[in-house]
């Protein structure tokens, strides 16, 4: 059994940073591509940013060089940078391994920006 375990989301000021990251844990996995999703209240999950193995990055168009997205070189986490947060930021992150056919999401990290 994998899981996908994240950490680092929290309460944060408009304008400030969080860093996610994302951890496999269970038998080892190769996955091809990682990535963080996020969905707000009342809204459909939405892409953040992906990773493939080789190094290709994807960032959802409104990412605009706020976050960053990396992954460790045993390829088993991924993190997200996150800086210069908005209101409109705040949303339950989820981490997505794809490992052969299948998507491996974890339970999600809470990220609240507010004053």
């Known amino acids: 059994q994998v899981r996908m375990v994240e950490s680092g989301g929290g309460l944060v000021q408009p304008g400030g940073s969080l860093r996610l990251s994302c951890t496999s844990s269970?038998?080892?996995?190769?996955?091809?591509?990682m990535g963080w999703y996020r969905q707000a209240p009342g809204k459909q999950r939405e892409l953040v940013a992906t990773?493939?193995?080789?190094?290709?990055?994807n960032y959802a168009d409104w990412v605009k060089g706020r976050f960053t997205i990396s992954r460790d070189k045993a390829q088993r986490s991924v993190y997200l940078q996150m800086n210069s947060l908005k209101n409109e930021d705040t949303a339950v992150y989820y981490c997505?391994?794809?490992?052969?056919?299948?998507?491996?999401w974890g339970q999600g990290t809470q990220v609240t920006v507010s004053s």
């Open positions: 997505v391994a794809g490992v052969g056919s299948e998507l491996i």
């Open positions: 269970g038998r080892a996995i190769s996955p091809k591509v």
């Open positions: 990773i493939t193995a080789g190094g290709t990055i």
